[in-house]
């Protein structure tokens, strides 16, 4: 009982969605087209759909972020940003954005709900192909290029180095290593999950 308490708590906390499906649920076969080139741009990578079924998508063209509330077929907002080429974003659940700048810029932005501003959350090296904000508040980044995933808490006041989470650095198949990781996640009793994509594992 105690522990249900505890989990309850966190999982409203979450900002991802989490559908609960019954045993006979089935997928329908035909897609519905949302957005198409001229309002998602091309080649998009960084998409997240939160707890209220609002989807965001990062337009790597025109640097903004579209997003369309439950059920809408046109945007409901568009926010316009300074980054370039994001591969990934994550929406926690007070609507604060986290979007990879690395490639080009050396960093991952939030967009603070609060402020409508973006600001520096954490220097990188390159590219995040994944992102995810655990629910301790440490935001993680997974480097493909440079086979790790490395950490930082959003708590520190200071922007110190990050940690690296997993992976030594170096390319390789053993268990302390990774292969160009790409998607992230992270569950409530802090476990990490990687898609380490080379090695063709998780």
Request: with cysteine.
């Amino acid at each position: 009982m105690f522990f249900d308490t505890i989990y309850s708590d966190l999982s409203d906390a979450l900002s991802f969605n989490q559908p609960k499906f019954c045993p006979e649920a089935t997928w329908n076969s035909d897609a519905i087209t949302i957005a198409n080139r001229s309002i998602a741009g091309p080649y998009p990578r960084a998409i997240f759909v939160n707890t209220n079924n609002t989807i965001y998508v990062a337009n790597r063209e025109t640097k903004r972020i579209v997003m369309w509330q439950d059920k809408s077929v046109t945007p409901t907002n568009i926010i316009q940003g300074d980054f370039t080429q994001p591969n990934s974003l994550f929406v926690t659940s007070n609507g604060d954005i986290y979007i990879d700048d690395g490639a080009f810029n050396d960093r991952v932005q939030k967009w603070s709900a609060e402020t409508n501003f973006f600001v520096t959350m954490m220097t990188v090296n390159s590219s995040c192909s994944g992102l995810f904000v655990d629910v301790n508040g440490t935001l993680y980044c997974s480097m493909s290029q440079h086979h790790q995933v490395v950490k930082r808490s959003l708590n520190d006041a200071v922007m110190n180095s990050n940690h690296v989470a997993a992976g030594t650095g170096s390319l390789g198949s053993d268990p302390n290593q990774l292969y160009g990781p790409h998607g992230i996640f992270v569950d409530v009793n802090l476990d990490l999950y990687v898609a380490d994509c080379f090695n063709h594992r998780v």
